[in-house]
């Protein structure tokens, strides 16, 4: 190779002696066609790579976007972060907590004119201010996780740490952080919206609403189911929308639309059916303040000692094991309709049903049965047996809810039985505690993990 440079070279060299970055990484100017995607980077070179190839796009770029377009990107990222703060996401690894992190950021680089720059919005402010802000204690932490997903890269950094942020006419002047790889990650975060969204009309959504047509149309018919013909008729078209219902939850969601429609549709078919034979038969009903049985459903918490539902049959002492553990907890069914209302761990959206527990959770088989789901009782049993101490296994059914605790004792006793554990299971369980009280646990995605390729056979409805 001729060590002779050109009079080009030469002239294209800086102050210092050395070749400007887009003449060392020729090949990072490639981006402009590729696909920019979400990845974990691991290491500092992974990291200082993707700092270089964003900042060097956007300044080969500089000035192509106007203001409006500028600032559409702005509003596309704004709306798509503050989705995933809200809900989460089931679909990718990372947290709800740093979900909202990257949210509360943007929302502070806000600035306009910043967003058409070359170096992107800039965050100049100190650490004091993020952590009010984030209402953590260490913000350098946050800011890692942050860089480590390349939602952030550095820009001018000082040695001293310290970052400044400045507003110019020609755009931003400071040092500290870059919120530049926003612009590239634009159509994957709204990708990982759209694949969020689908779930949570799939799984969450529309069978609310089909759950909801289908009780209201039961209640109707419930009084003539047994003497009408066109009510026994109903009420079986009904029983096979129910059962489509909880197969498709795992298909299409057209078909899972389908479904809803003819649920609004047979219920609309029986009140008018109801309506004009009350209007045929001319006899009025006295109204009653006594509430009927098939309407309100009467809720009792209380369980014989000899359900079973909770463990395995055929142990000796179950039953006195199970009294026991009714004795000691004791929370409100409430509690955890409040928790799982919002689907906060993402166990919904999931798919997960617990038919499959014995799938994905294979160490707890013949041991306790769990195919119809926790009943109260069932994680201070489930926790005795991975060894997790009686006060832990009740904190964390109140802080998670019933079904969510549940699915972490199943996590820490598969842990555990894999010998994946480096401590116990006792403080593996209660670090699940504390990220459940950070926001930063995502069943959701453990259970897609853990699930892998293999889907169990489709429940049917019972």
Not at 244 to 263: I, P, S, V, Y
Not at 297 to 325: C, F, K, M, P, W
Request: include cysteine.
């Amino acid at each position: 190779m001729s060590v002779a440079q050109s009079p080009a070279d030469q002239k294209r060299r800086t102050p210092e002696g050395g070749l400007p970055l887009g003449d060392l990484l020729p090949e990072m100017q490639l981006a402009a066609d590729s696909s920019w995607q979400i990845t974990k980077l691991s290491t500092a070179a992974d990291r200082a790579r993707w700092a270089a190839s964003v900042l060097l796009y956007l300044r080969s770029n500089a000035g192509e976007d106007s203001a409006n377009e500028a600032k559409s990107v702005r509003d596309r990222i704004l709306k798509a972060s503050r989705y995933l703060a809200s809900r989460g996401s089931v679909t990718h690894p990372i947290s709800k907590a740093l979900w909202v992190k990257l949210y509360e950021l943007t929302k502070l680089c806000a600035y306009e004119p910043d967003w058409s720059s070359a170096s992107g919005p800039l965050m100049g402010a100190s650490n004091k201010t993020l952590e009010d802000r984030w209402n953590v204690t260490n913000a350098r932490r946050s800011l890692r996780d942050l860089a480590q997903w390349g939602f952030i890269v550095p820009f001018c950094p000082k040695g001293n740490g310290h970052r400044s942020y400045k507003k110019t006419k020609q755009g931003p002047v400071g040092a500290g952080w870059s919120l530049a790889p926003l612009r590239l990650l634009v159509d994957a975060l709204e990708a990982i919206v759209d694949r969020e969204e689908n779930l949570r009309l799939l799984r969450v959504d529309i069978p609310e609403r089909i759950t909801s047509a289908a009780r209201a149309t039961r209640a109707l018919l419930n009084p003539f189911k047994d003497s009408e013909e066109w009510a026994r008729s109903a009420w079986s078209t009904l029983n096979e929308i129910c059962k489509r219902r909880d197969n498709a939850k795992k298909g299409a969601l057209a078909t899972l639309q389908d479904c809803l429609d003819e649920a609004i549709t047979l219920l609309s078919y029986v009140e008018n059916t109801l309506i004009k034979c009350s209007a045929d038969s001319g006899s009025g009903m006295k109204a009653s303040t006594t509430p009927d049985a098939w309407v309100h459903h009467q809720y009792n918490d209380s369980i014989r000692e000899s359900d079973g539902n909770g463990l395995a049959q055929g142990d000796s002492g179950q039953g006195s094991v199970l009294t026991s553990a009714l004795r000691k907890v004791h929370v409100s069914p409430e509690v955890f309709q409040d928790i799982q209302a919002s689907d906060p761990f993402g166990v919904t959206r999931s798919g997960f049903v617990w038919s499959e527990a014995p799938h994905l959770f294979p160490f707890h088989t013949g041991l306790i049965d769990l195919k119809r789901g926790p009943i109260r009782g069932t994680v201070d049993v489930l926790a005795r047996i991975i060894g997790v101490s009686t006060v832990t296994a009740c904190l964390a059914e109140r802080r998670l809810g019933r079904e969510a605790a549940t699915i972490c004792l199943l996590m820490t006793g598969q842990h555990s039985s894999d010998g994946l554990i480096k401590k116990t299971p006792e403080a593996y369980l209660r670090g699940l505690i504390r990220k459940a009280v950070a926001g930063e646990l995502n069943i959701g995605h453990t259970l897609f993990g853990r699930r892998g390729n293999s889907e169990p056979t489709p429940v049917t409805s019972h």
